[in-house]
């Protein structure tokens, strides 16, 4: 018991507890409003046809309504029905997954020497980038197994059917990608 050993080893146990209520609340919040924003988004790129529907804000502000109201309901959903232990490891999942693609395009970009990748942090090197995307998969492996295969597969039939689809013109972009700095670098 994690959570228990810390409030007895600590000095002012209530402060734990305090500390606990305010980071869980605290990640709550954050996720109920930046889940939205992030459905809107995907919505808005038209990158995967069936989330067309919650690009659509309302407001001055373009906000994200109809998001809220599915975020909304699949957390309720999910509550009722599911296991919240296995929710969060899920999670913990894709958020490793997103660490880690953003550690490895850091490494990918830095050894394709292209000139538009230029990081502001000064102690940047292209192996604390390859060091921190083997440490999520690492850590995805040693939270759960299972979950770690089904969220990697899930990452990998979103990749193909983006890879599938010109998705540069989906959302009006004509960039390159990180292979034409390895080409042309």
Not at 34 to 58: K, N, T, Y
Not at 59 to 64: A, I, K, L, M, R
Request: hydrophobic fraction near 55%; include cysteine; proline fraction near 4%.
């Amino acid at each position: 018991d994690p959570f228990g050993a810390l409030r007895e080893m600590s000095l002012l146990g209530p402060l734990v507890v305090l500390g606990m209520f305010a980071a869980s609340l605290s990640t709550a919040l954050g996720s109920l409003l930046g889940a939205p924003r992030v459905l809107q988004a995907l919505g808005q790129d038209r990158l995967l046809e069936p989330l067309a529907p919650f690009a659509q804000g309302s407001g001055v502000g373009n906000e994200p309504q109809r998001a809220t109201i599915a975020t909304f309901v699949i957390a309720l959903f999910v509550i009722w029905v599911a296991d919240l232990d296995a929710v969060a490891r899920v999670i913990s999942m894709f958020f490793l997954i997103s660490y880690g693609m953003i550690n490895a395009s850091a490494f990918v970009e830095s050894k394709s020497g292209s000139p538009s990748f230029r990081p502001r942090f000064r102690a940047f090197h292209w192996s604390f980038a390859l060091v921190g995307a083997i440490g999520c998969l690492v850590a995805m492996v040693k939270v759960d197994e299972t979950y770690a295969m089904i969220a990697l597969a899930i990452t990998a039939l979103v990749y193909v059917t983006l890879r599938s689809r010109d998705y540069g013109a989906a959302v009006g972009a004509s960039w390159g990608d990180a292979k034409q700095g390895y080409v042309f670098g």
